[in-house]
């Protein structure tokens, strides 16, 4: 899997290890810290990139979360180091369903619940790490001019502080709405999670870039419907109740489909139908492509 040291420490093992006949394959989520290095720290560029030269190194072959991934590793392989062909590659379905996992308890509540504060709110939800590339300032502005109509819907974050947010935190933490129609939760569990997703209206995806996009299926397999930027990557999931706001909307753009949407959700115009992928389905994939 994804992990920037421990395959630079244990590249000579990794060495030895095919010397010997062994077989390595790693699974690539995204190329995103190569392709956009200003979304990310310094030190994360500088470990991707001796990451991504070690997998070219040793790897004979690469799993990938969708057929994007694997198109950009191919053309990223071809154009760092004239690889073209070495490696074989399959995309490996990702499940969805968070209840098929070890569940953890944890915080906010005891996992049976959603926060106090939130009981009989309708709310609009958003998962994932707070960093540049995932839309929250974007969202919180469209969701800005919604309130000021009258709108009342509220919108949750869920998700932990990454890089390069300071401002954005600034804005949650003194924002005159946080805690009545901004909420924030950046430590959940996932029973937790599980309620969050059951009780929303939906979800807002306004990522600029996804290598998969896990929110999007999460949601779809508890029947949510979502709205999503329009990424590619996304496209694969349009019949099982995506719809999708423009790529470069500006926040007035999203606010005014924003409201379009949650119109139609509640008016149950958007037919919800949960992607059929199951876990023990990805292992055999899996395990297909070994043999």
Known sequence: DYSLHAIAFQQEQLAAFRRDGGKLWFLVHDLLPAQRPEWFSRPTQLRFAKWLRLIATYGDG????????????KASLKTRFGLEGEHRTAVLPMASDISESALEAGSPGDGTSIPAELGGQRYVLMVGTLEPRKGHQLALEAFEKLWAQGQSTCLVLVGRRGWQTEELERRIADHPLLGSRLLRYDDVSDEQLIHFYRQCDGILVAALAEGYGLPVVEALNYGKPVLARDLP??????????????????????????EDWLAAVRAGEILVDPPRVSWRGTVSVLLQALG
């Open 233 to 258: 990557v996304f496209h694969q999931h349009e019949q099982f109740g995506v719809r999708f706001f423009p790529k470069d909307a500006d926040a007035s753009v999203l606010a005014r489909t924003l």
């Open 62 to 73: 690469f799993f990938c979360n969708s057929a994007q991934t694997e198109a950009d590793l």
